[in-house]
């Protein structure tokens, strides 16, 4: 089970205000950086339109491709980590996240299938990764629920990622010299893809989500007592569960369909933030959707800095990262504590 949700060890409010601090300046920094450099001290100069007569480059590089990828490294950031807690509560599992139960790559599965087998197109593209999303997180739910403990749910999303692994290989054989060069880099994550009017859809329809699962940390917290104990306090557990699932799958699927695979935000954020405040959701989720959009947003900043002029692919960073953790983790042989 889930390290419990008592006392947070410190404060909530000041460490939000810390991650709000370093969110900010990571923003600032990150919109700095890449291939064509810009002072931090011309950015706001940049922003309001008080140009000089060189500006013109730096003002199209900062508006158009930089600030919108940073803000949805933002949105991305926070929503994974979002849904990393959702996962890890609702199967009283602290090694559930997207990626490990399968979410991620059904939703890979559902986007690769339209990219391949029709036109495109991101609203064809997000709608299929949502379906696949959706299916594969019913198949991790009603397989690894017959067994106790993570053996069930870990051996589900295996098997799950292993099978989408596979269907993704056969639409990539497939695929022609265009498609073959998009899948390949999308498979491995990337934010090159945002743009203002990605984002003015995108952003409002996952911030009202991510608004719907914070409002949700009684029924996370009560799911930490265990089925019977939430039940006895009141909560139709069927009914919570399904629509905890839907709302995730509604995030990821449409995320995955921009930035292919990022993975471990939702399972490294939500341990490290947990090991800070505890387990506590009213503090815990949105404390990690800050933590995750930070983490993101360093992530991508580094993606264009360590092979300038070039670009790392942002989830070989992530894996990076994420990978040793995950092994530590388990290493330890117990759950993040309370």
């Known amino acids: 089970m889930l390290a419990g ?19 900010a300046v990571a ?10 450099p810009i002072p931090w001290s011309r950015i706001p100069g940049l922003l309001w339109g008080d140009l000089a007569a060189d500006d013109a480059l730096l003002h199209n590089v900062l508006l158009h491709i930089r600030l919108p990828r940073v803000l949805f490294s933002i949105v991305a950031g926070a929503a994974l980590a979002a849904t990393g807690v959702t996962m890890q ?17 059904g939703a890979a599965l559902g986007a690769v299938c339209a990219i391949v087998m029709t036109a495109g197109g991101f609203f064809l593209v997000a709608a299929s990764a949502f379906a696949g999303s959706l299916l594969a997180t019913f198949l991790a739910y009603s397989i690894g629920r017959r ?5 069930g749910l870990l051996l589900a999303g295996i098997a799950i990622n ?13 695929a022609n010299d265009s498609e073959l060069r998009d899948l390949t880099f999308w498979t491995m994550g990337s934010l090159a893809g945002a743009d203002w009017r990605m984002l003015l859809w995108l952003g409002p329809w996952t911030a009202l989500l991510l608004i719907y699962l914070c409002s949700q940390w009684r029924v996370l917290n009560a799911l930490l007592l265990g089925e019977r104990e939430a039940a006895h306090l009141g909560f139709e557990l069927a009914v919570l569960r399904r629509r905890l699932i839907v709302v995730t799958a509604l ?14 935000i939702g399972l490294v954020v939500p341990h490290l933030v947990r090991m800070v405040l505890g387990a506590h959701h009213r503090y815990l989720l949105p404390v990690s959707l800050v933590a995750g959009a930070l983490v993101l947003t360093l992530a991508d900043c580094l993606s264009r800095v360590l092979v300038s002029p070039a670009e790392l692919p942002i989830g070989l960073i992530t894996s990076l990262v994420g990978g040793p953790f995950f092994f530590w983790l388990l290493s330890r042989g117990r759950s993040a504590p309370a």
Do not use: D, M, Q, W
């Open 89 to 105: 509560a609702l199967f009283r599992n602290p090694l559930a996240e997207p990626g490990l139960v399968g979410i991620s790559s």
């Open 251 to 264: 995030i990821i699927g449409p995320l995955v369909a921009v930035t292919g695979g990022i993975g471990f």
């Open 5 to 23: 949700s008592g006392s947070h060890k410190l404060a909530p409010r000041p460490v939000l205000i810390a991650l709000l601090c370093c969110l």
């Open 162 to 174: 292993t099978i989408a692994g596979s269907a993704i290989g056969i639409f990539t054989y497939l």
């Open 27 to 36: 923003t600032l920094a990150s919109s700095a950086s890449g291939a064509v």
């Open 147 to 151: 067994y106790r403990g993570v053996a």
